[in-house]
Nanobody, 122 residues
Framework: QVQLVESGGRLVQAGGPLRLSCAAS????????MGWFRQAPGKEREFVGE????????YYADSVKGRFTISRDNARNTGYLQMSSLKPEDTAVYYC???????????????WGQGTQVTVSS
């Protein structure tokens, strides 16, 4: 069992940066792949990106590639989503999750945080 808690979401102006954190407790964080997802009002949950266990490989959705960066600090049991050049369409609840397979089916993520709201104003 892993517990995940996201933080860092807030109102931010378009074009600005924001960093989200995902604090993990329970089973060893480093044994899992970590992913970030988001869900905007009235829309389905969307895959944002993921990072492998060692933190040396990442993969992103086209909608955020070049603007978002995922990293992790296994010693601190914490993952991060660094967002830059934010757009109003990035407004959503952002979730971190952990799973077993890198570049696998997004449905394989087994533990989820409660989410943190990011709102980008134009």
């Amino acid at each position: 069992q892993v517990q995940l808690v996201e933080s860092g979401g807030r109102l931010v102006q378009a074009g600005g940066p924001l960093r989200l954190s995902c604090a993990a407790s329970g089973r060893t964080f480093s044994s899992y792949v970590m992913g970030w997802f988001r869900q905007a009002p009235g829309k389905e949950r969307e895959f944002v990106g993921e990072i492998n266990r060692r933190g040396d490989n990442t993969y992103y959705a086209d909608s955020v590639k070049g603007r978002f960066t995922i990293s992790r600090d296994n010693a601190r049991n914490t993952g991060y989503l660094q967002m830059s050049s934010l757009k109003p369409e990035d407004t959503a609840v952002y979730y971190c999750a952990v799973g077993d397979y890198y570049r696998g089916n997004p449905d394989q993520y087994k533990y989820w945080g409660q989410g943190t709201q990011v709102t980008v104003s134009s």
